[in-house]
């Protein structure tokens, strides 16, 4: 069956430029999860979604990071004025939610790769 | 505080030969516990989780993890290497949300 997709796979913007990811989970998974992996490093975790509820955004880095689910399915992270700092792979997860919360089982699509030049 | 230590960046294996990746995390309660995979441009699967009962844990690809609650580990083994599991492996644990440890890259040589 289809997996997590992300769009687009790569992309490159200029400092200051507004950016927008976007990620289709897995059909019926009602938990959405997004990361940001700087290089060599391990996922960090970013913020999540039951449905249309963002119910944690405390790993957001800034203001500029804004993230949306407004049907419960396809989300989107947007980043705006991008800074250097912002390049990394940003991974979307998503899970059937069993009732563990975070412990459910996550699968990941294969990241945007964003580069701020 | 890092919640999952993962203290060899980088390992090479010869094919064939056994592995073990370690892991140690900080966390006071039960933890849940998870073995990630991720090849370039791929992204994360998951290999195998723990959440209770037996402390040995079966995975898929051949892999097992082993949690040790005196240690505070979760190290994955593997019996014998193949050249395709060449990957970067995460660990991770599972509390108010997923933390990640740096990862170890591992290269197989012929």
């Known amino acids: 069956g289809a997996g997590v997709s992300q769009s687009p796979r790569y992309k490159v913007a200029k400092r200051g430029q507004d950016v927008a990811l976007r990620c289709d989970p897995i059909s019926g998974h009602v938990s959405l999860f997004w990361y940001q992996q700087a290089l060599g490093q391990g996922p960090e975790f970013l913020t999540y979604?039951?449905?249309?509820?963002?119910?944690?955004k405390s790993g957001l880095p800034s203001d500029r990071f804004f993230a949306e689910r407004p049907e419960g399915s396809v989300s989107t992270l947007k980043i705006q004025r991008t800074q250097q700092e912002d390049s990394a792979v940003y991974l979307c997860a998503s899970s059937l939610a069993l009732g563990q919360g975070p412990a459910d089982t996550q699968y990941f699509g294969p990241g945007t790769r964003l580069t701020v030049l | 505080a890092q919640s999952v230590t993962q203290p060899d960046i980088h390992i090479t294996v010869s094919e064939g030969a056994s592995l073990e990746l370690r892991c140690n995390y900080s966390y006071g309660a039960t933890p849940y516990l998870f073995w990630y995979v991720q090849s370039p441009g791929q992204g994360l699967q998951l290999l195998l989780k723990y959440f209770s009962g037996d402390t040995l844990v079966q995975g898929i690809k051949g892999f097992e993890a082993e949690f040790k609650r005196s240690q505070s580990s979760f190290n994955l083994r593997k019996p014998s290497v193949h050249w395709s599991d060449a990957a970067e492996y995460f660990c991770?644990?599972?509390?108010?949300?997923?933390?990640f440890g740096t990862g170890t890259s591992l290269t197989v040589i012929p």
């Open positions: 979604f039951q449905n249309e509820a963002q119910l944690d």
């Open positions: 991770a644990l599972a509390r108010d949300q997923f933390y």
